[in-house]
């Protein structure tokens, strides 16, 4: 891309790579509004496990990664990070130490399905600086609250968030407001 105004970083889900829906959608919403993307599998995956390892082992791998694409391709530029589901929690933990400016959850998993009181708020509170979430209503992992600094948009579906579409909308909006 010539000229991009910003780099955003995606990560998966614990149970699925790059190429799930709405981290495709949130791609081509981010690319409309000009900013390089770069979709990063962790490390478990290329090493072909499908189960994957401890929180700090992800974040201290996702940590890594972001620094280098710092260093290189995405140097100079605002960074934004985020993912789907467990890798939207690992761009939470992380987003102060990554310096990122901006936060984008999909399907954020708030908590085990049907376990409410094993919340994970906490790590969407810890963000401070501005956030999306994108979640199914009838997301069994729970629906996060609106934040100080979160907005949170509710699109038909589950936790698979299977509208490409829907997504790229809701992302390119916020986007095009966060950067103007």
Not at 16 to 44: H, K, M, W
Not at 72 to 79: E, F, I, M, N, S
Request: contains cysteine; charged residues 15%.
């Amino acid at each position: 891309m010539d000229s991009p105004v910003a780099a955003l970083v995606l990560g998966h889900g614990a149970g699925g790579g790059v190429e799930a829906p709405d981290l495709i959608g949130a791609t081509g919403a981010a690319r409309s509004q000009r900013l390089a993307v770069a979709l990063v599998e962790q490390p478990y995956r290329v090493a072909g496990r499908r189960s994957p390892p401890p929180a700090s082992t992800l974040d201290e791998a996702w940590t890594a990664i972001v620094a280098r694409l710092q260093e290189g391709p995405l140097a100079d530029l605002p960074l934004l990070t985020g993912g789907r589901s467990s890798g939207a929690r690992v761009a939470c933990r992380t987003a102060a130490d990554t310096g990122s400016v901006a936060v984008l959850c999909l399907a954020f998993p708030l908590h085990p399905p049907g376990r409410p009181e094993k919340t994970r708020l906490p790590e969407l509170d810890a963000v401070k600086v501005p956030t999306l979430v994108v979640q199914g209503t009838n997301d069994p992992f729970g629906m996060p609250p609106d934040g100080p600094a979160r907005t949170v948009a509710a699109i038909a579906g589950t936790h698979s968030l299977r509208s490409s579409g829907a997504v790229a909308a809701i992302v390119s909006e916020w986007l095009a407001a966060l950067l103007a």
